[in-house]
């Protein structure tokens, strides 16, 4: 067998965004969630369904799946590969505009249901040391939870270290697949799961059609080069920083080989700095 990367952009939507397997997302959601007996989710509709870009290789503008169910409420999964400037807002804005585009002009407030975010994040977020965490609005003192309508999850992957054999519970099993799925060759063994099941089967590269592997593939390459992009411009932006250190501490009549020190610069990046103040 030969699994696909889950967090490609097509990966993750055909397989979290299937209309014909919602067991996978309804599994996925009850485990994250921690919902058990009346509370689990039983059935869920796709407001996003999976398609491919119709210009292939194009960058979608789905890039998260989103459903409701049986009582309306919505789910947000989303997979974010890199951190990006201003995620936490974005986050906040997405879900805050979702929860109001669930009303028409004059529709009554009742009417909103919760909007529920699971963000899997290949990235460390937060400063805590578990990889799942659970965000709500409570009150700062007494931590009542009245304001009940906006919920946010985040699954940071790196912080997931677990093996197969270490494997608890069916979340763990779930975060495992994401994360580890591409290295693997058979589906791991004791899974009991349906919706899980169903999301290696689907993930298996060798039932996809063509169109479907193109797609993945230009996605792969379309990440590669977003993050070399984002890579160069970190790289220029500290570039700057230190040449305008630089220029203090030659203003100040620094050693070069202090500035060296203290900026990171070479000699020669130095010395051609001092050349072009002096011109």
């Known amino acids: 067998m030969q699994f696909a990367d889950i967090k490609n952009d097509i990966a993750f939507r055909k397989i979290f965004g299937n209309e014909n397997k919602t067991e996978i997302l309804i599994s996925f959601l009850n485990a994250v969630l921690k919902l058990e007996g009346n509370k689990k989710i039983t059935w869920v509709e796709i407001l996003n369904p999976y398609q491919l ?117 069916l979340v763990e099993k779930w975060v495992y697949f994401i994360k580890n799925a591409e290295n693997l060759t058979v589906i791991p063994a004791g899974l009991e799961d349906e919706g899980l099941q169903s999301a290696y089967t689907e993930a298996n590269r060798h039932n996809w059609k063509k169109e479907d592997l193109e797609a993945y593939e230009y996605a792969r390459m379309r990440e590669s080069d977003d993050i070399a992009r984002e890579m160069l411009v970190e790289q220029k932006a500290e570039l700057r920083k230190q040449t305008e250190m630089a220029k203090n501490a030659l203003a100040e009549g620094f050693d070069d080989n202090l500035i060296s020190k203290l900026t990171g610069l070479t000699l020669e990046q130095i010395q051609e700095l001092r050349i072009k103040l002096n011109q």
């Open 53 to 169: 870009p119709i210009v292939l290789g194009a960058k979608s503008t789905i890039l998260d799946v989103k459903a409701k169910d049986k009582v309306g409420n919505e789910y947000i999964v989303e997979m974010q590969v890199t951190d990006k400037i201003g995620f936490a807002k974005r986050v906040v804005y997405y879900s805050a505009k979702s929860y109001s585009a669930q009303l028409d002009v004059g529709e009554n407030y009742y009417k909103l249901k919760p909007i529920i975010f699971i963000g899997i994040l290949n990235f460390e977020f937060l400063d805590g040391k578990n990889y799942l965490s659970r965000h709500l609005i409570l009150d700062a003192e007494t931590k009542e939870h009245k304001l009940k309508d906006l919920d946010f999850n985040f699954i940071e992957l790196p912080k997931f270290n677990k093996t197969e054999q270490e494997l608890e519970n």
